[in-house]
């Protein structure tokens, strides 16, 4: 089999809430996401999406994502898209970092490799671990009052895990955090993601002034050496996101005890390939994860399920619906959440089918 073309389509996700607010006034109100298409010899086509949470958010943004596809695409041309191992290198060798813009042609290519042997992809990740993947909600920020209430509102929907998106002025995120806390039942889960929007001293207020609740602590500062030290200063669970990019950092990680939790980024480290490999390792050290990416609609939700399905409960932390927090469908067939949980399809590849419609024209073609 040989790949013969790669298509890529922009596709705009509006938000249902109308804003997604973090760290440092940092916002979104429309999300600009990727969708590329793996076309082959044999008639198989594979799909995946990559959307960038802006720019300010990690080393990524969307027109990078069709910038780098147009680096890389044609040198992909010709290859066999079932070789993950031979794909992987060959995008490495040929662009230097930038696993966002890798992660679309990764995904895409374990799509066809579902399709080809006629299984879903969460069993060529290493079979069903668990059934339906317990999901968090994001709250976005706002006034202490304001977040509560949607924690409540969400909570109604089946929600029983919380990510508050805090990192800013530590004084109302300590009442955020109160305030949020305050309403939730004992047994759901509450993390305080700071998304690197303190400071060093402004998070080792906070956590001390919240040391007395039920919170986990999440990435509270730019630096890997910042987070350590704040780790350092609180009992409270901690846990890493942006700081923790690939083998190397998350080998570092094990070695400082620098964390209780992973969130993994499927597009952040590169593909689904790069992320099994991540996820083995934290399953291996006995670390959880929250499986999710960085943002996106059906294709995403899709290849995030896959690989949380295929992660044991004990150390699936949590995931996320991202399809849910946007008003544009763009595939028919992917997960829908219920209950506050989600399921991989068992279809081959990804269960996923593009809504043609809903992508319009292609915005790159090659091949």
């Known amino acids: ?53 802006g720019s300010a958010y990690l080393p990524s943004y969307a027109l990078g994502v069709r910038s780098g596809l147009e680096e890389l695409a044609p040198r992909l041309i010709g290859e066999d898209p079932t070789n993950l191992g031979a794909i992987n290198r060959l995008m490495d060798d040929s662009l230097r970092g930038h696993p966002y813009i890798k992660a679309p042609i990764d ?24 059934q339906s993947v317990a999901l968090y909600r994001a709250i976005s920020q706002e006034d202490p009052d304001a977040m509560a209430a949607k924690i409540a509102g969400y909570r109604a929907e089946g929600y ?20 949020c806390r305050a309403i939730l039942e004992p047994t759901d889960i509450l993390v305080a ?21 039920d919170v986990y602590i999440e990435q509270p500062c730019m630096s890997y050496d910042e987070c350590l030290s704040v780790r350092r200063r609180t009992a409270l669970p901690f846990i890493l996101d ?16 620098a964390m209780d939790v ?17 996820r083995d390792l934290c399953v291996a050290r006995r670390i959880p994860m929250t499986i999710e990416d960085t943002w996106g609609g059906d294709i995403v939700t899709a290849t995030i399920a896959h ?16 399809n849910s927090y946007v008003t544009q469908p763009i595939a028919s067939g992917a ?16 269960g996923i089918d593009p809504m043609s419609n809903a992508l319009g024209s292609p915005v790159l073609s090659f091949g």
């Not at 083998?247 to 005890?257: E, R």
């Not at 992973?262 to 991540?278: E, M």
């Open 335 to 350: 997960p829908v959440r219920e209950d506050g949980t989600m399921t991989a399809a068992d279809r081959p590849g990804l």
């Open 1 to 53: 089999m040989k790949i013969t073309s790669i298509t890529a389509w922009q596709v705009d996700l509006p938000l249902k809430e109308g804003r997604y607010s973090w760290s440092n006034g940092n916002y979104m109100d429309v999300f600009d996401s990727t969708v590329v298409a793996i076309g082959t010899d044999e008639g198989i086509t594979g799909y995946a999406e990559s959307c960038p949470l």
């Open 307 to 322: 690989l949380a399905r295929s992660t044991p409960e004990e150390f699936c932390f949590s995931a996320t619906d991202f």
């Open 242 to 257: 942006e700081v923790i990019g690939d083998v190397d950092g998350l080998m570092h990680g094990f070695a400082d005890d």
């Open 160 to 179: 029983t895990k919380f990510q508050l998106k805090v990192g800013g002025d530590a004084n109302e995120d300590i009442e955020r955090i109160r305030a």
């Open 193 to 213: 993601d700071a998304n690197t929007g303190w400071t060093q001293h402004e998070a080792a207020r906070v956590v001390g002034a919240v040391r007395d609740l």
């Open 107 to 130: 995904i895409a290519c374990w799509d066809i490799l579902g399709k080809v042997t006629g299984q879903p992809v969460y069993a060529l990740l290493g079979g069903a671990a668990q």
């Open 262 to 278: 992973i969130n993994l980024k499927i597009s952040k480290v590169g593909g689904l390939t790069k992320a099994k490999l991540i």
